[in-house]
């Protein structure tokens, strides 16, 4: 039986082109690899192919979720830079200078790598679901085939959400109508099967859902152990993603269905069923301590060898000053003095003023100082939080009701007085609507910074990009509002189309 290996040379196709692999397929089959002809064949095996699916990308395992180009760090970076709360310090452009200056090309470190991350992370959710349904299912039992097959499916799901906001344009454009991404839903394994057209915006944010509910319904409650509730996909992890989803599509309604789920209709709020999810009394915890209910999913770094990401890409790296100032990272972007920092409203013993850091002598700079450990930078990267699901819901109810919504002002007292005790909205707070949202977008930018989430608020209200530093404002018609499709994709498949 011809063997192939599963996972690598596959894989290359999607990557950066065949120059990146071995073309020949019939150079001798490494010791340490597992054909696609055993790799479902026991529950161990498949149990190493479903953990490989949120892991970092290393010598020994070719795409996951936690890759450094994705939510293992860039991903998340790169969500800030584009928009107007920090400054570049030091114009490399391997480490985003141009995303953050809103010009990134085709070819560019951030355009190819992070679809390039994506897609091999999409391939092999396709392949292992390939392979449970080619067996690897009956090997495991029925219980855990279905638990395998919606973490995988879920995983799938929060990819193509988040590709799609670099490389399409928002929902809020012709309701989804215009070019999405190419939707592969089943594996690559050889070549002649990159070419396909680009699905439109509505029809993958349709996929990326239906994998989500599908999810939700397979996926345990809970887990026994702590971590796990953290680290892998249970029903609140997809529940609080479709309320992200459903924000990005302005689906308002649906926004308040899924939260519901997870929200008690009153204060202290908390999840009434699965994890226990719920806001920490203290938010520098949560960066911290990172197993509190707060964080629905993280991806965990333990400092092992080949487990982190590599070099250039961890948050700390990122946002924090180089070690000769007394920090533990590089130094690559400050925080902006005219960004949210400046925020009158954000007050100084608010306790979120405790991750700003500042350092200098002749200059002195602000940094942002969430995440603090030095090499091999083992703090946990938030891919979402029980905070996000509280303030979606609360933009949710105000722009369904048209009115200053009671239940969304508690829903922001909750997020701001768990670190700013001494301000406490009402419903007199807010002239209009319209106030009580802008209250609620401005306690995101501060919940939030440095989390990845301030590009798809951006872009999800069709948003002028505003002017930072030396870099100018990209208004939603300008050439470089979404990202240009990656350059390797485009010598791959002959029917995809640039932006």
């Not at 928009?83 to 480490?95: K, M, P, Q, V």
């Not at 344009?169 to 215009?178: E, I, N, Q």
């Not at 609080?240 to 309604?253: D, E, F, G, H, P």
């Not at 964080?295 to 180089?322: C, E, H, K, R, V």
Request: glycine share 8%; proline share 4%.
């Amino acid at each position: 039986m011809k063997k192939k290996i599963i996972y690598s040379a596959a894989l290359c196709l999607i990557s950066w082109g065949f120059s990146a692999c071995n073309r020949d397929l019939l150079s001798p089959i490494p010791q340490t690899s597992v054909s696609d002809a055993s790799a479902f064949s026991t529950v161990s095996r498949v149990q190493t192919q479903l953990l490989s699916l949120y892991g970092s990308a290393n010598a020994t395992n070719i795409g996951g979720l936690k890759d450094g180009n994705l939510y293992g760090g860039r991903y998340v970076v790169y969500g800030d830079i584009r928009g107007e709360d920090f400054i570049n310090e030091t114009g490399n452009l391997i480490t985003g200078s141009d995303v953050w200056a809103e010009n990134p090309t085709n070819s560019a470190t951030a355009v190819a790598t992070l679809w390039n991350a994506g897609y091999l992370t999409i391939n092999k959710c396709n392949i292992f679901l390939d392979g449970m349904a080619a067996g690897g299912a009956t090997v495991v039992g029925a219980d855990l085939g279905k638990q395998y097959v919606a973490e995988a499916k879920l995983i799938r799901g929060l990819v193509y959400y988040s590709l799609l906001q670099y490389y399409a344009r928002p929902y809020a454009d012709g309701s989804g109508s215009k070019p999405g991404l190419p939707l592969r839903l089943s594996g690559i394994k050889g070549a002649g099967q990159s070419d396909l057209v680009r699905s439109s915006v509505a029809d993958v944010y349709a996929q990326v859902l239906k994998d989500l509910n599908e999810a939700e319904t397979d996926l345990p409650s809970k887990y026994t152990a702590a971590s796990d509730n953290v680290t892998r996909a249970h029903k609140n992890t997809a529940i609080a993603l479709k309320t992200r989803v459903y924000l990005s599509m302005q689906n308002y309604a649906s926004v308040v269905t899924e939260a519901n789920k997870m929200v008690s209709a009153t204060a202290p709020f908390s999840s009434p069923a699965n994890v226990a999810n719920a806001l920490q009394p203290d938010i520098t915890a949560v960066f911290t301590t990172y197993t509190t209910p707060e964080s629905i999913f993280s991806m965990p770094m333990t400092g092992t060898a080949g487990d982190n990401p590599g070099t250039q890409n961890q948050l700390a790296y990122y946002y924090s000053p180089t070690p000769a100032n007394g920090g533990v990272g590089n130094g690559e972007f400050s925080l902006n003095p005219n960004g949210i920092i400046a925020n009158t409203g954000w007050k100084s013993t608010d306790k979120r003023r405790s991750f700003i850091k500042q350092s200098g002598t002749t200059t002195v700079k602000n940094w942002l100082n969430k995440y603090k450990t030095a090499s091999p930078y083992t703090d946990y990267v938030p891919v979402i939080r029980y905070a996000e699901v509280l303030l979606n819901l609360a933009e949710a109810k105000v722009r369904t009701s048209n009115t200053v919504d009671a239940q969304a002002v508690a829903l922001l007292n909750a997020v701001r007085n768990r670190s700013d005790a001494a301000t406490t909205f009402t419903a007199a707070s807010f002239a209009a609507p319209t106030d009580l949202i802008n209250a609620i977008l401005t306690e995101r930018r501060i919940e939030f910074l440095g989390e990845g989430l301030r590009n798809n608020d951006l872009m999800r209200l069709l948003q002028t990009i505003p002017a930072k530093g030396t870099a100018q404002a990209k208004a939603p018609t300008d050439n470089g509002y979404i990202w240009p499709i990656s350059a390797s994709e485009l010598a791959l498949n002959k029917l995809a189309t640039d932006n």
